[in-house]
């Protein structure tokens, strides 16, 4: 039988009449000011557009389950690991990074890789990428980076001489660099790449004792990647491949899936490490720091409305659950505040009440109050302070996080390893990457960097050449560069090599 259909209202429910006709004075028309439906439709139209996140702008996202597979209990006390078996509702969003809301899926950019996990103990946002590392370490640096990724001020173009000044003045990018210009920095699909959490993150137990964590997403459906000809071909042809990609995939039952994996450090390790764990341009090296299995991700539900749950989802790397902290690594320090800056701004102070944002696995009571679009009880006759004796909602000191030793003067401290930024990179090139992959890797970024200009081109040579001179020589060849000067480059100071490319 047919399902009876919703009658047409105004927004406050009064039953239209007419979708069609607007009112008008005689046959045509005027219009007439006391067509309050017409108004409300035009008005409303005109709010329909909220600030388009300046990164992340082009997303797709899925609901699924976490599950836990391996016991971790001896690291964390966090509710939603305690039992193998246990699962979490979650949310996640991918999404391509420099490209505005319109852009094309298969541009070479990292994906975002953000879990929202619905945890009785509230929310915790994973909010990684594609890549392990990332192209800074320093959030100073990060506004600037994005500039450059995005469109000269005065063209409104792309442009490559922004886009590669920028890294070749900034060395510690390199190993992200030569990511992303793998064809892991055009994967297949969403389904066909994995996710990282990137930073180390501090997990605790229920004794207190404490560990540094990085969390990998691997994907059960292996990692497929897009050839530079394939992904410029489908930007022009498919520029949403991924996004349907996976909602197709979820509608015919392939639920896409990842296997969840964890590294441990202990603090007496990370204190003597060769270099900085919460450096976010390095990896853990497996071989110090095996992967544990920890559990599955399966996405099987499709949004019913992109916009309710993908465009407004705001994930901040700041939403942790007891058991799961910051580390120190800058980066991530700045991003636990400026995620949640960003979404007040794009979609107001009480966002956490959107249906998506908000936890599901407990009700959350803050004494927080008021605001724009505060939709909810705005916790009725409660008080709305503290302290108070009133039955207001008490702290409990029992989630206190174990706090870590930290000594030192403040000021602005520059990164005192130059060289150790060129060490995993090269790893990448000599140990890693296969002799297509190379090829690959060689040819992406000589179709790139080849746009820029000369001196810039021998500035991000030099640094292919630091990482490993066969590298560098082979850009230095695709480019028709002189490669001892890319050498003589490669083997000045930071401040020399960018006197000498001025
Ligand atoms: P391993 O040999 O143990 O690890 C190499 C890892 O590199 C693989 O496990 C795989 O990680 C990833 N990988 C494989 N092929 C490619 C490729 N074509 N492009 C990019 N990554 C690839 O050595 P290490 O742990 O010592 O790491 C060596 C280098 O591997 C690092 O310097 C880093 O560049 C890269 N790498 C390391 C990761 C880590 O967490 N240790 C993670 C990813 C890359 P995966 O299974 O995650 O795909």
Redesign the pocket.
Same mark, same amino acid.
């Given at each position: 039988m047919a399902q009876e259909k919703k009658k047409l209202t105004t927004n406050f429910g009064r039953p239209v009449d007419d979708d069609q006709n607007s009112k008008t004075a005689g046959i045509p028309g005027p219009t007439i000011m006391e067509d309050i439906h017409l108004v409300e439709k035009l008005a409303h139209f005109n709010r329909e557009r909220i600030p388009e996140r300046v990164v992340h702008a082009k997303g797709a996202g899925a609901g699924g389950y976490f599950e836990v597979t391996h016991d971790i209990t001896q690291y964390t006390r966090a509710k939603f690991l305690s039992k193998i078996g246990k699962r979490t509702e979650v949310f996640l969003r991918f999404s391509t990074v420099g490209g505005e809301k319109g852009s094309a899926d298969s541009a070479r950019d990292p994906r975002g890789f953000a879990v929202k996990f619905y945890t009785e103990e509230g929310n915790y946002d994973l909010v990684g990428n594609n890549t !392990?590392v990332f192209f800074i370490r320093d959030p100073i640096k990060f506004p600037d980076f994005i500039h450059t990724q995005k469109r000269n001020p005065a063209t409104n173009a792309k442009d490559p001489d922004m886009f590669w000044d920028f890294l070749s003045l900034t060395p510690e990018s390199i /190993?992200q660099v030569t990511?992303l210009f793998?064809d892991?920095g055009t994967p297949k699909s969403f389904r066909h790449m =994995?996710g990282?959490g990137g930073h180390s993150f501090k997990l605790w137990n229920a004794k207190g004792q404490y560990v540094w964590a990085?969390f /990998?997403l &691997?994907t059960a459906q292996g990692?497929q990647n897009l050839t530079r000809q394939e992904a410029t071909r489908l930007a022009g042809e498919d520029p949403d491949h991924a996004t349907d990609d996976l909602f197709q995939a979820i509608e015919r039952g392939e639920y896409p899936a990842w296997n969840v994996q964890v590294?441990i450090m202990t603090p007496e390790q990370a204190k003597d490490y060769k270099f900085n764990p919460f450096d976010m341009t390095k990896?853990? !090296? /497996?071989?110090d720091f095996p992967v544990m299995p920890l559990g599955r991700l399966v996405l099987n539900r499709n949004p019913q409305n992109y916009f309710a749950e993908v465009e407004q989802a705001a994930f901040c790397p700041g939403n942790f659950v007891p058991g799961i902290g910051p580390s120190p690594d800058k980066m991530l320090q700045a991003r636990i505040l400026f995620y949640h800056d960003a979404h007040r701004y794009r979609l107001g102070a009480n966002y956490h009440l959107i249906p998506v944002n908000s936890p599901k696995g407990v009700k959350a009571h803050t004494y927080q109050r008021d605001g724009a679009m505060r939709v909810d009880d705005n916790e009725g006759a409660g008080p709305n302070y503290y302290p108070n004796s009133f039955q207001g909602p008490e702290p409990h000191s029992e989630v206190a996080e174990p706090g870590i030793e930290v000594t030192g003067k403040t000021g602005r401290q520059p990164h005192i390893h130059p060289n150790d930024d060129f060490v995993?990179?090269g =790893?990448?090139y000599r &140990?890693?990457?296969k002799d297509e992959?190379r090829d690959h890797l060689i040819g992406n970024i000589v179709d790139h960097l080849g746009n820029a200009q000369k001196r810039i081109q021998l500035r991000q040579t030099a640094l292919f050449y630091k990482a490993d001179s066969e590298y560098g020589s082979r850009v230095a060849n695709g480019l028709k560069l002189d490669v001892k000067e890319v050498e003589r480059l490669a083997k000045m100071s930071p401040e020399e090599r960018a006197k000498a490319t001025q």
């Open positions: !392990p /190993h990511i793998s892991r =994995n990282y990085k /990998h &691997k990692i590294q990896v853990l !090296p /497996h071989g995993q990179a =790893n990448l &140990k890693v990457m992959d």
